[in-house]
C-alpha cells in the first residue's frame, strides 16, 4: 500500500523553498503520509557564511524526527543533501539531483559568488524561461518566492562530494530537458547506484516539481515507493 511509509521529507533546490513541493504534499498527503517540506535555514553566522554541512544537519535533525518508515526525497541541491543523509532514510527520491563525485565534473562550470543573488535579481520573464512547464500561476508564485542562496554552499556542491551508494532503495527522476543537470548525468548516478530511474515529460530543471505535470511525477513517486 502506498501508505506504507508513514512519512516523508522533502528537500528543496538552491535558491527555493519547501513551497516547491507543495504538489508533491498534496499527491503524498492524500496517501496517509505525514509529510514535511521545511525551509532550509542560514546559520547563525549568515547566509554568506553557511556551508553544505549546516544544510545537512537541517536534513537529519528532520528526517530523525519523522516515523517510520520513512521516505526522503530532494530536488537539485536538495537530492545531493537527501543522498548525504540517506543512512537515516528507508527510501531515496532523487529529483535532478546536484550528482556527488565522480559525476560532479560533468556539471556545466560555474562561478558563485558569496551570496548568490537569485531573489534580488528575480525577474518574472527569466523565470518563466528558467520554468517553461509552469503555469502563469506557478510561474509568479516562484517568482515572489525565490530566495537569495549561501555560495560557499554551491561551491562545495559543485566542488564534489564522496557519497557512498545509499542502503536503501533509490529512484532517479530526469527531465526530459535540463541545463542545470544534465538528464545523462541522473542516468549515470542510477546507474552506479543500482537505483530505478524515471524519465518524466518536464522541460526544464524544476519542472518535475513546479510544472503543469508536477501532480503526475509526484504520483510516479508515490507509485515506486508504494511498491517497495
Known amino acids: 500500500m502506498a501508505d506504507a511509509f508513514a512519512s516523508a521529507l522533502l528537500v528543496h533546490g538552491a ?7 507543495n504538489a508533491w504534499r498534496g499527491v503524498f498527503g492524500a496517501a496517509g503520509m ?35 518508515p520513512r521516505a526522503l526525497a530532494g530536488a537539485s541541491l536538495g537530492g545531493l543533501l537527501a543522498a548525504m543523509a540517506a543512512d537515516d532514510a528507508d ?10 563525485a565522480p559525476w560532479h565534473a560533468q556539471l556545466p562550470p560555474r562561478e558563485w559568488p558569496g551570496i548568490v543573488p537569485w531573489r534580488r535579481d528575480a525577474r518574472l520573464a527569466s523565470t518563466r524561461r528558467a520554468v517553461p512547464d509552469a503555469d502563469d500561476a506557478s510561474a509568479l508564485f516562484a ?8 555560495g560557499a554552499v554551491m561551491r ?4 564534489g562530494v564522496d557519497i557512498e551508494p545509499p542502503a536503501c532503495p533509490v529512484l532517479c527522476i530526469a527531465s526530459q530537458l535540463d541545463e542545470d543537470v544534465p538528464p545523462a ?3 549515470a548516478l542510477a546507474l552506479a547506484w543500482n537505483a530505478d530511474l524515471l524519465r518524466v515529460d ?7 516539481l ?18 517497495r
Open 15 to 21: 535558491g527555493a523553498g519547501g513551497w516547491e513541493w
Open 34 to 68: 505525514r509529510v514535511e517540506a521545511p525551509d532550509l535555514a542560514p546559520s547563525a553566522a549568515g547566509l554568506e557564511h553557511t556551508g553544505l554541512g549546516d544544510y545537512l544537519q537541517q536534513v537529519r535533525d528532520a528526517l530523525r524526527g519523522l516515523r517510520r
Open 91 to 100: 527510501a531515496l527520491v532523487l529529483v535532478n539531483p546536484l550528482p556527488p
Open 143 to 150: 517568482f515572489r518566492h525565490w530566495r537569495d542562496e549561501s
Open 156 to 159: 562545495a556542491a559543485y566542488a
Open 185 to 187: 548525468l541522473s542516468a
Open 202 to 208: 518536464a522541460l526544464s530543471h524544476a519542472g518535475p
Open 210 to 227: 513546479l510544472g503543469r505535470d508536477a501532480a503526475k511525477a509526484a504520483a510516479q513517486a508515490l507509485a515506486w515507493l508504494s511498491a
